[in-house]
């Protein structure tokens, strides 16, 4: 049983391998170059690494045929908030700039870079797999849906994309890809050679500390003066890390998903803004301010908000 004071250490070290990355910033220590590495690494070898030895590790194949229906935990819930976010933003009548900016940071979370470090450092290895399925569901809509979002808040425009190729760089990206060789491997019961997985292991050893220097370093970039309650930010923070974990745990009760699995879901649920927001609204022309703030704004709020899921999930 992970306790209130467990949950505020495993949050507290989190934020402070983010302030190693915040700190090596402000010193000169870090740059875009290091950055653009630390990202691609991550991204493409250790959360692969990382897939393959969490799903190898700790499932086995009888689970497989549960966790598709499981899956659809992630989809339908982003999707209701997507509903409610569309909706706020009606409400709060924000200007175009920041209308699509608002509701890509509140209907979706930071399942990579941030969920998979947390829910690592509270639940262990053994919330990989679950973690992998919401990230499968939620890149799904991060790929398609914010990008869209985003493109509509900007000023530049660009040329849409077909809908076989978007779905084909979904399904092309390493962590996916991961995805699809673990359990592949975990249907066909074959187990790669032991160096193989020991190699695997290492790699994935690094995707917690190298995800949060990343995202410390990002709150470096994006500045503390950025952090600003503008119009639309609260509501945003209210989605982000209150109604859409509440909106997911009402599903796991739906879809009959419970155990570890449930409290790894909402957690994923309850996460800050996808770092990739902030990017993407400068690349397009929109509101980069307003997408910084509510990024280092939802990133300081789950210091409070997970520990007490936490106390609520045990």
């Given at each position: 049983?992970?306790?209130?004071?467990?949950?505020?250490?495993?949050?507290?070290?989190?934020?402070?391998?983010?302030?190693?990355?915040?700190?090596?910033?402000?010193?000169?220590?870090?740059?875009?170059?290091?950055?653009?590495?630390?990202?691609?690494?991550?991204?493409?070898?250790?959360?692969?690494?990382?897939?393959?030895?969490?799903?190898?590790?700790?499932?086995?194949?009888?689970?497989?045929?549960?966790?598709?229906?499981?899956?659809?935990?992630?989809?339908?819930?982003?999707?209701?908030?997507?509903?409610?976010?569309?909706?706020?933003?009606?409400?709060?009548?924000?200007?175009?700039?920041?209308?699509?900016?608002?509701?890509?940071?509140?209907?979706?979370?930071?399942?990579?870079?941030?969920?998979?470090?947390?829910?690592?450092?509270?639940?262990?290895?053994?919330?990989?797999?679950?973690?992998?399925?919401?990230?499968?569901?939620?890149?799904?809509?991060?790929?398609?849906?914010?990008?869209?979002?985003?493109?509509n808040a900007g000023e530049m425009s660009s040329e849409k994309k077909k809908w076989?190729?978007?779905?084909?760089?979904?399904?092309?990206?390493?962590?996916?890809?991961?995805?699809?060789?673990?359990?592949?491997?975990?249907?066909?019961?074959?187990?790669?050679?032991?160096?193989?997985?020991?190699?695997?292991?290492?790699?994935?050893?690094?995707?917690?500390?190298?995800?949060?220097?990343?995202?410390?370093?990002?709150?470096?970039?994006?500045?503390?003066?950025?952090?600003?309650?503008?119009?639309?930010?609260?509501?945003?923070?209210?989605?982000?890390?209150?109604?859409?974990?509440?909106?997911?745990a009402g599903l796991c009760v739906l879809f009959g998903v419970h155990g570890l699995?449930?409290?790894?879901?909402?957690?994923?649920?309850?996460?800050?803004?996808?770092?990739?927001?902030?990017?993407?609204?400068?690349?397009?022309?929109?509101?980069?301010?307003?997408?910084?703030?509510?990024?280092?704004?939802?990133?300081?709020?789950?210091?409070?908000?997970?520990?007490?899921?936490?106390?609520?999930?045990?």
């Open positions: 049983m992970v306790t209130f004071f467990n949950a505020v250490s495993a949050v507290f070290m989190i934020f402070s391998i983010m302030a190693v990355g915040y700190l090596m910033g402000r010193a000169g220590w870090m740059t875009g170059t290091e950055k653009k590495f630390i990202s691609r690494f991550v991204v493409n070898i250790a959360v692969p690494m990382n897939c393959i030895t969490g799903v190898l590790q700790n499932l086995k194949r009888d689970a497989m045929l549960e966790m598709g229906t499981q899956l659809l935990v992630p989809v339908v819930g982003i999707f209701i908030c997507l509903v409610l976010s569309d909706l706020a933003a009606r409400w709060l009548k924000l200007p175009k700039k920041r209308y699509g900016i608002f509701i890509a940071m509140a209907f979706i979370s930071n399942t990579l870079f941030i969920g998979l470090p947390i829910a690592n450092e509270l639940f262990g290895d053994v919330s990989i797999p679950y973690v992998m399925m919401y990230y499968m569901g939620s890149t799904i809509y991060t790929q398609t849906v914010a990008v869209m979002l985003c493109k076989s190729t978007v779905v084909k760089d979904i399904f092309t990206k390493p962590p996916v890809l991961g995805l699809i060789a673990a359990f592949t491997l975990l249907a066909l019961d074959v187990r790669p050679p032991q160096i193989f997985m020991s190699f695997a292991k290492y790699m994935s050893n690094t995707v917690t500390p190298l995800a949060l220097m990343y995202c410390g370093f990002i709150v470096y970039e994006l500045g503390i003066r950025n952090i600003r309650l503008e119009r639309g930010i609260p509501m945003m923070l209210l989605i982000r890390l209150i109604i859409a974990p509440a909106i997911c699995n449930r409290s790894v879901f909402i957690i994923e649920a309850a996460l800050p803004v996808v770092s990739q927001i902030t990017v993407m609204a400068g690349n397009y022309g929109a509101d980069e301010k307003y997408a910084a703030a509510g990024s280092v704004l939802s990133m300081l709020g789950i210091f409070i908000t997970v520990p007490i899921l936490m106390v609520i999930l045990t």
